[in-house]
């Protein structure tokens, strides 16, 4: 048994029969080994054993695990620093995409007067943003709101600018929203969770699948781009206004636990990718039974979900960018292997 195997796999199929792509498919699967290696262990230690297991959110993993077992006695709430950890392992993650993967995704160099700024001084990112992201202070970009951020696009100051506006160019479809549920909502997702073994693998909300992430989050601010169905832009825009939160301690991260019953809990986190579930249950002597988690690649990279539904207009000769771009704007918290395949190599 090793980490990789509890992170899971991600493969990614394109097919296409040389004049249009003819199906995309993603599946993410991961093996419930956290119930097994858990199994029969008190829910505070299951919890504690757990977190050290993730390289990715592993500050998420561990609260949505601790909150979850403590649900099981009563009320659990997230502590404030525990909160501003949370943010700070986001703005990290999101700070890497920006700075590292969006520029290659867009044909570009990594921007290397940025990535210095922000390795000399971490604690100095808003600055960093001004000067090499924004080109201007963080309060007053989000002080210019949708309109104002699309005239920044246009007017093309920065590089980042520049990519946005390019962006704006390109539609595709996509997925219903999920953003952080009610208590309600939550034990409903819970409750699929635990009794529904395929639930994990293959998510919906409301009868479909979702997408869930800075995109679900920041939606009322974009809901114009997607609406037009320019989601490339609209992730984006999403991610870049929230890492100019998170670095001004706006982002307003949550977390959440309820019980189900005596013996289940489940608790939601926000990450960098989106929602994070965990959903315990134990058994009459108050031991793990099981333990089930549901990371955001599984919303997002759904069979029918909103990586498939990005690549709906794309022409075979752009299928493999196109694969590895919409990809990189999902974020996927694991490796993934793309195929390309031409159907017409099976006629």
Known sequence: MTLEHLA????????HDGAAVTHCHSEFS????????????????????????FAVCRRAHALAADLAAQALHGPAAPRPEALAELEAEARQDILRRVALDWPLACGDSPDADFVAAVRAQPAALGQALQDYVLGEPCADWLARGYHGWLA?????????????????????????????????????????????????????????PAETGPLARQANWVASLFAAEYWPAAR??????ELVRLSQGSAGY????????PQRAVAAVDTARGLLLHAVAVDAHGQVADWRILP????NFHPEGAWAAALDRVLPEQAEAAARRAALWLDPCVEYQLMIRDSRQYA
């Open 8 to 15: 899971g796999r991600l493969t990614l199929t394109l097919t």
């Open 30 to 53: 991961r093996p419930p080994l956290a119930a097994r290696l858990l199994a029969g262990a008190a829910p505070a230690d299951a919890a504690a054993r757990l977190a050290p297991l």
């Open 152 to 208: 920044w696009a246009r007017q093309r100051h920065t590089q980042y600018a520049w990519r946005l506006a390019d962006l704006m160019a390109e539609s595709c479809g996509g997925m219903p929203l999920l953003s952080f549920p009610s208590e309600g909502e939550l034990a409903a997702l819970g409750r699929e969770l635990l009794d529904d073994d395929q639930f994990a693998q293959t998510p919906s909300w409301v009868g479909s």
């Open 236 to 241: 984006m825009l999403a991610r870049l206004i």
């Open 254 to 261: 949550q977390a959440r636990a309820v019980a189900l019953d």
């Open 296 to 299: 955001p690649t599984a919303w």
